[in-house]
């Protein structure tokens, strides 16, 4: 078993940035793939970003490049989403999620995920 606690979420204006962590705990961190995804009201939980088990692979979604940047320090077990030049588009509720295999953009294919964390963007 992984737990996976999220934080850093809440309201900021359009071009603000947030920095989201997500804390895990359970099974060893440092062997996961952790993925961030995203979650708005009436869609689908959509892919963000991942970061690979020693941080030296990442892939992100078309619609963030450029603007997020995915990181981890295994030594506290924790995975970081920073967030810059935020917009509107970008409120959802937004979700860690870990696997053992490589990275995968699928949400499914995802075993533990974190409760979520809002985020808000005001324009």
């Known amino acids: 078993q992984v737990q996976l606690v999220e934080s850093g979420g809440g309201l900021v204006q359009a071009g603000g940035s947030l920095r989201l962590s997500c804390a895990a705990s359970?099974?060893?961190?440092?062997?996961?793939?952790m993925g961030w995804f995203r979650q708005a009201p009436g869609k689908e939980r959509d892919f963000v970003a991942a970061?690979?088990?020693?941080?030296?692979?990442?892939s992100y979604a078309d619609s963030v490049k450029g603007r997020f940047t995915i990181s981890r320090d295994n030594a506290k077990s924790t995975v970081y989403l920073q967030m810059n030049s935020l917009k509107p588009e970008d409120t959802a509720v937004y979700y860690c999620?870990?696997?053992?295999?490589?990275?995968?953009?699928?949400?499914?294919?995802?075993?533990?995920w974190g409760q979520g964390t809002q985020v808000t963007v005001s324009s």
């Open positions: 970061v690979s088990w020693s941080g030296g692979s990442t």
């Open positions: 359970g099974r060893t961190f440092s062997v996961y793939t």
């Open positions: 999620a870990t696997r053992r295999l490589m990275i995968s953009e699928v949400a499914a294919s995802y075993d533990y």
